[in-house]
């Protein structure tokens, strides 16, 4: 579905010098993948370069069976939802609820319906929809992303850190939504969390990075934290570079 093939990318230039390194990892359909590393490890800027939004510098990116450029982004970006923390695509001075109306028409697969229904579900007041993204916090930012992703019922969804700033209701209504996704449409999820309880006996494969460069990347099955390890919580406190 999608291929990541020996990709070199610099981070933001407000991240300084920052380097994705050599990453090669693989998404298939219908699994969740959970991206582990510690803080300036480079999981948000991985997520940024699998989404295309960052230059390459070597290697390249394949989904369904085309190479992700100039003339496929379009296309790839309509199958592909990113969810991060800091908004770059909204207009600061609507609502959120003219943003939404703003933006569903660069998807045919929006459903407008399910986009309000995920917010009653996640429990956010209709009335914060009249707000300006700056006006809300960063949980109901969340949310409302997650919901607007969600609603494009997209082949593939980068989340970054989602379950911060979230309730533990939230957290699982948020992951029963995912999951629901994955088995109804065959999306797969690339996750990128510090929070894994939500995640880890739902997650089919781990990658970890350190200094940019991808440690591992295998099965649920496979942890790289040795024999007992068990948890991906046990993985993120067991001192894994």
């Not at 579905?1 to 981070?11: E, F, R």
């Not at 999820?189 to 350190?210: G, K, N």
Request: charged content about 20%; hydrophobic content about 40%; some cysteine.
């Amino acid at each position: 579905m999608l291929t990541v093939n020996h990709l070199y990318s610099k981070a933001a230039e407000s991240k300084g010098n920052f380097q994705l390194q050599d990453i090669n990892l693989e998404l298939s359909e219908g699994l969740i993948y959970t991206l582990l590393g510690r803080n300036g490890s480079g999981k948000s800027t991985l997520l940024e370069a699998i989404y295309g939004i960052l230059s390459k510098e070597r290697g390249e990116i394949v989904y369904d069976g085309a190479v992700v450029n100039r003339k496929t982004l379009s296309k790839y970006h309509r199958e592909v939802a990113l969810v991060a923390g800091q908004l770059t695509w909204y207009a600061p001075h609507l609502s959120v609820r003219d943003n939404v109306e703003l933006l569903k028409a660069m998807y045919d697969s929006f459903d407008s319906a399910q986009f309000y229904d995920y917010l009653k579900r996640f429990d956010l007041p209709a009335t914060e929809l009249e707000k300006t993204f700056s006006q809300l916090s960063a949980g109901q930012s969340m949310q409302v992303q997650i919901a607007f992703a969600a609603a494009r019922s997209p082949k593939i969804m980068l989340l970054d850190e989602p379950f911060a700033n979230l309730d533990p209701v939230v957290k699982m209504d948020i992951m029963d939504v995912l999951q629901t996704l994955v088995a109804k449409n065959n999306m797969s999820i690339l996750v990128s969390t510090h929070l894994v309880d939500e995640i880890d006996e739902v997650t089919d494969y781990v990658a970890v990075l350190d200094g940019g460069r991808l440690t591992h990347f295998g099965s649920r099955t496979e942890l790289p934290c040795g024999e007992g390890c068990g948890s991906l919580k046990a993985l993120l406190t067991g001192g894994e570079r």
